[in-house]
């Protein structure tokens, strides 16, 4: 089946550290694997995304990279800022009729100064 | 342009109200999608619409109902509300294909007493 096995948290760094939110998952068939950010209050925001093997996607100084032989997608950041507080949510997506979406439980960060 | 467009934000129902949760999106996608989200649970998928004029069930779809009005419009009822559905809603729409992911509304906050 379809699944996201996603490092649970909560997350407490302080600015400027290094972060690493672990996530692997299982698929059928070839995925494509995404990073969503959940800032209080909000819906999910796409923030990276990488659609075969050995991408690395980024934004906003956060990277990922799409490691098939060890079925990972590791979200990474060099230097957090308390703005980065969030829940982050790891997620694949298999092409089938509807292009459905698994989502991880998410990873709660809190950034503090 | 206004993405995915949730009704209302909020709403309190009392056990066995009835109640229809509104989404409309405006960026032309073929999918749209609702999803609970639970702490420690992540995101569960209730109902999804491949394509105007169809639905199908998701993980959880007991409880509920979906109409897909038209390509903008999918709506989500619950008819007989109950504590165990006090959530947060959120709708989503896709172009359809999987490396495009989704975009979320801004969700909606639903408790029953």
Known sequence: ?113 | NAGVTQTPKFQVLKTGQSMTLQCAQDMNHNSMYWYRQDPGMGLRLIYYSASEGTTDKGEVPNGYNVSRLNKREFSLRLESAAPSQTSVYFCASSVGRANYGYTFGSGTRLTVV
């Open chain 1, 1 to 113: 089946g379809n699944s996201v096995t996603q490092m649970e948290g909560p997350v407490t760094l302080s600015e400027e550290a290094f972060l690493t939110i672990n996530c692997t998952y299982t698929a059928t068939g070839y995925p494509s694997l995404f990073w969503y950010v959940q800032y209080p209050g909000e819906g999910l925001q796409l923030l990276l995304k990488a659609t075969k093997a050995d991408d690395k996607g980024s934004n906003k100084g956060f990277e990922a990279t799409y490691r098939k032989e060890t079925t990972s997608f590791h979200l990474e950041k060099g230097s957090v800022q308390v703005s980065d507080s969030a829940v982050y949510f790891c997620a694949l997506s298999v092409q089938t009729g509807a292009n459905n979406l698994f989502f991880g439980t998410g990873t709660r960060l809190t950034v503090i100064p």
